[in-house]
């Protein structure tokens, strides 16, 4: 693209403060590449390019072939976005999709059914609003995910998202690694309470203090869930900030040059990490790390120029700290009010969260009506900004409290205010055999069957805290393997079934749960979840979560009771 061509630089005086706007080269590379994969397109469908070369073209583009269609996987960088992108989402569902997207637990938004020819008209879309599909597929590095409440946490210690970008922008098209032996995934969080589920990931950043009183980051690696899930280990506990970048590329570098190929179930980080212990994979990062150190600073100019696009938003500060007095005379209201919002760290406001979990559709799914009904009330509510969790649900980061009870209204509406967050019916669940090509067993139907069986409320809030999570194959999408009740699609000579694990944990000292015994027809695996939480309500003691009576009497009681033997 010639000089002239080029679109002029957006200042971050851009009138939409809270996110990173897109410069002349950000826009150039996006529609660059739209015009490169029309052409690549144009050449499959007319029979110039075989399918083994189209595959990575597609990949690098976010384009799989699943069971029914071709899926398109969207980047939400960190999970923020404006409300102007949000309705070109909502117009990508309507126009060329079957009217829903699919909110991912890597922050992304992915769409079922849209037709090959129509994947470049999308991406061009997408370019029109600073939006693309570039890494979200692929053995490269994957969207950067954080704290869906970063800026606004009151435990944070200092706003990761300014990180996130900037490994964002290091990262995307990183020549060295678009080829890495498998998919690669980085997580950040600043804040005391692991909300990104840092320990999970192929390396994982959380934001610290050391002794001095300065603010750096805590460096794991080796995190990753699938056929072979992993805690991460601690590589190093204090990075300074200058560092962040010539370290992470110190690991990757590492693993690129030392990970496996031969054998994909064998390629991630995890295995490498394992197989030659975190001393000696540290031995070699600080080997590498000494060789491109110096070259690759991160000085504090750079930090505080991406900061400035994060800057705390205008809010009111004349804003009321009292909630609406709904609060307490709506029942229906104040149970909205006490389970999908939390606090802010400004006086006056409150977060809110968008439930993607009604039981009238999959768990993560949202229409196109809904996610222009979501555009309208984040320009009303909440400075035009949206969130998306690895929980799979969306986040109005900043409403007034004077304004929660008329946003709680018109979520209803729109059957987007399931006050479930935070419990057994706030489950991830992925897509499972409805769509997915690689899965064992369905998820939709036996998510909707489990959430029925705690559709009264008054017992749903009696059972309390409890993460379900469930995933349709080995690849664990729906984090099975973190869940305080994880499931997990097995095929068994065409059949489907479904193991069971308890005691998993996601936020700070994260585990991995225990396999409960043998795996569960999928005709009474509802039967049997209830099975598992009235054993829990049987044996708890006043004030304790499912995790903590798991940790209290061990898996015994629950192999018992579901299987009547030890």
Not at 36 to 60: I, P, V
Request: net charge negative; with cysteine.
């Amino acid at each position: 693209m010639s000089a002239s061509n080029l679109q002029p630089a957006i200042a971050v005086t851009d009138p939409r403060p809270g996110m990173y706007i897109y410069n002349q080269y950000d826009q150039q590379i996006v529609d660059e590449r739209v015009t490169q994969f029309r052409d690549q397109t144009r050449r499959y469908l007319a029979g110039e390019l075989g399918a083994d070369e189209f595959l990575a073209l597609r990949l690098m583009n976010g384009l799989y072939v699943q069971r029914h269609a071709p899926m398109l996987r969207v980047a939400v960088p960190y999970g923020l976005m404006s409300s102007t992108q949000m309705r070109m989402l909502a117009h990508i569902a309507r126009t060329y999709d079957k009217g829903f997207g699919h909110i991912t637990t890597r922050q992304n938004i992915q769409y079922n059914w849209p037709k090959l020819e129509t994947v470049p008209d999308i991406l061009a879309d997408l370019a029109s609003v600073q939006m693309h599909a570039i890494q979200t597929s692929g053995n490269c590095i994957r969207n950067t995910t954080t704290d869906p409440f970063a800026g606004v946490a009151a435990d944070e210690i200092e706003d990761p998202r300014p990180y996130a970008e900037i490994i964002r922008q290091w990262s995307t098209l990183h020549p060295e690694f678009a080829y890495l032996p498998r998919k690669f995934k980085i997580a950040i969080t600043g804040a005391t309470t692991d909300r990104a589920a840092t320990l999970i990931h192929d390396i994982g950043l959380r934001l610290v203090k050391n002794n001095a009183g300065e603010v750096g980051f805590k460096v794991t690696v080796g995190g990753g869930l699938g056929r072979t899930p992993i805690v991460a280990q601690t590589i190093n506990p204090f990075l300074a900030k200058e560092d962040l970048l010539s370290y992470l590329e110190a690991i990757l570098r590492v693993y690129n040059l030392n990970g496996r190929r031969d054998n994909k179930y064998k390629a991630r980080i995890k295995i490498l990490v394992t197989a030659i212990g975190i001393d000696a994979f540290r031995e070699k990062v600080d080997e590498e790390w000494a060789l491109n150190r110096d070259a690759l600073k991160l000085d504090q100019a750079e930090i505080e120029r991406v900061q400035q696009y994060f800057k705390p938003l205008p809010y009111d500060s004349k804003a009321s700290d009292e909630l609406p007095a709904e609060a307490t005379n709506n029942v229906a209201f104040g149970r909205w009010l006490k389970y999908n919002t939390v606090a802010h760290k400004v006086s006056g406001y409150r977060v809110a969260m968008i439930s993607l979990k009604s039981p009238k559709q999959p768990p993560g799914d949202i229409t196109d009506k809904q996610m222009d009904a979501v555009a309208d009330l984040s320009d009303q509510y909440s400075f035009g900004l949206i969130r998306s969790t690895h929980d799979q649900n969306l986040v109005l980061t900043d409403v007034k409290k004077s304004d929660l009870f008329a946003l709680w209204q018109q979520l209803d509406a729109q059957d987007l205010a399931s006050p479930t967050i935070g419990t057994i019916n706030d489950m991830i669940a992925c897509p499972g055999l409805d769509f997915c090509d690689l899965a064992n067993a369905s998820a939709i139907d036996v998510a909707a069957e489990m959430q029925g069986k705690f559709e009264d409320l008054d017992y749903l809030y009696d059972v309390g805290e409890l993460k379900l999570k469930l995933s349709g194959c080995m690849n664990g999408c729906g984090h099975h393997d973190i869940g305080n009740i994880g499931v997990l699609g097995v095929e068994k000579k065409g059949a489907e079934w479904y193991q069971i694990s308890i005691g998993g944990y996601a936020a700070d000292e994260a585990r991995l749960g225990k396999r409960l015994g043998r795996a569960i027809a999928k005709a009474e695996l509802a039967n049997t979840i209830e099975t598992i939480v009235r054993t829990y309500l049987d044996n708890r003691v006043a004030g304790e979560r499912f995790i903590d009576t798991f940790d209290r009497i061990g898996i015994t009681p629950f192999q018992e009771q579901v299987y009547g033997t030890r």
